[in-house]
């Protein structure tokens, strides 16, 4: 892929290094920076005229990101850019999916939209699609939707023993089960329901006849990660070992990291959203994605099959 240049945002430039490695690709540097009255600069220290250029930037914590990610965006096309495609390994703006209250703002259709606006392509992983069932329902460019499941079941397998896996709620149940089968171990799925963005409320099921088995909570994401402490704590209270927590997407708002190594055995993540937890390695799925769609966008095959999944929500809110 000797045309294709690989930049980073800021904070994403150690998947950018693996992703250009991975595709043979060039990498480029992206000089961005605030000026005093925190409008943001942004230049391309490498010409991307000509070029399939890849930028890289997850999309946690999106508001600040997003400008600086325009901006390059359409930079690289007036820079005479073949194309610009977006690895986003985590994607903002999916849980406003509705109207859940009168005047609220359905924020997920309107970032797509913002977003698409700027980019030929997206490639993501595991985006919290819930009353959308797959990501072309809101989002019109190309793109292509990876699943982070079986790095995640790789990894319980090589580093816990006697796992037994256990997902969020019964909505997870497929991707939970995808997960046991290819870790080899048992599973069991929790009853949720969320009253507010940082309240939930768990139902675990009796777990006597699996006590003696590592519990592994699986997630697509740690928001408030209220989920996870509440189960952790009504396991402690079956008298099950301390849980390993693996998630896809490492959000951990509000510090609440600390809070739930107190509890955890051992937490792990995805390298989708930069963390000191991550351990999960996602850059081979990323790199086969950008690879996949970028050979069917310029063999005007874009609309090729769609790999999208939906990951279930939590009943009554985002
Ligand atoms: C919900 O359906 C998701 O799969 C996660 O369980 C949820 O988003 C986790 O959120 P939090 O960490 O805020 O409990």
């Known amino acids: 892929m000797t045309d ?28 961005t ?19 399939s250029l890849i930028l890289v930037c997850t999309l946690d914590r999106p508001d600040p990101k997003f400008l600086s990610l325009a901006f390059a965006a359409a930079a690289a096309h007036d820079l005479g850019a073949a194309s610009v495609g977006l690895v986003a390994p985590y994607l903002a703006y999916m849980r406003q999916d509705k109207r859940f209250h009168e005047g609220e703002a359905v924020t997920s259709t309107t970032f797509a939209r913002l977003l698409s606006s700027g980019i030929d ?19 019109l460019i190309p793109n292509r939707v990876g699943h982070a499941a079986p790095f995640m079941a790789d990894w319980i397998r090589a580093n816990v023993q006697r796992p037994l896996i256990i997902g969020p709620d019964v909505e997870s149940e ?59 704590r009504q396991l402690k209270e079956q008298g099950l070992a301390a849980p390993v927590c693996v998630a896809v997407h490492a959000i951990f708002a509000d510090g609440v990291y600390a809070a739930l190594q107190d509890v955890a055995a051992l937490v792990a993540t995805t390298n989708a959203v930069p963390h000191q937890s ?32 939906a990951v279930p929500d939590c009943r009554g809110g985002r």
């Open 174 to 232: 497929q991707w939970v089960a995808e997960v046991a089968t290819r870790a080899g171990a048992p599973f069991r799925v929790l009853r949720k329901e969320r009253r507010g963005d940082r309240d939930v409320e768990i139902t675990v099921p009796d777990l006597g006849e699996v006590s003696d088995q590592t519990p592994v909570l699986v997630d697509d994401i740690i928001s408030s990660g209220q989920t996870m402490l509440e189960t952790a």
């Open 33 to 51: 920076r605030r000026f005093p009255d925190e409008e943001t600069y942004v230049r391309f220290r490498v010409d991307p005229k000509g070029r």
């Open 278 to 309: 991550n351990a999960i390695d996602v850059a081979p799925l990323l790199a086969n994605l950008a690879q996949d769609l970028y050979a069917a966008t310029r063999g005007g095959q874009a609309q090729g099959p769609r790999l999208g999944r």
């Open 4 to 31: 294709v240049l690989v930049m980073a945002l800021p904070g994403n430039e150690a998947l950018a290094q693996l992703l250009a490695h991975r595709l043979d690709a060039d990498l480029g540097t992206l000089e």
């Open 121 to 139: 392509w997206l490639v993501t992983i595991d985006p919290h699609l819930h009353r959308h069932k797959i990501l072309d329902e809101l989002y």
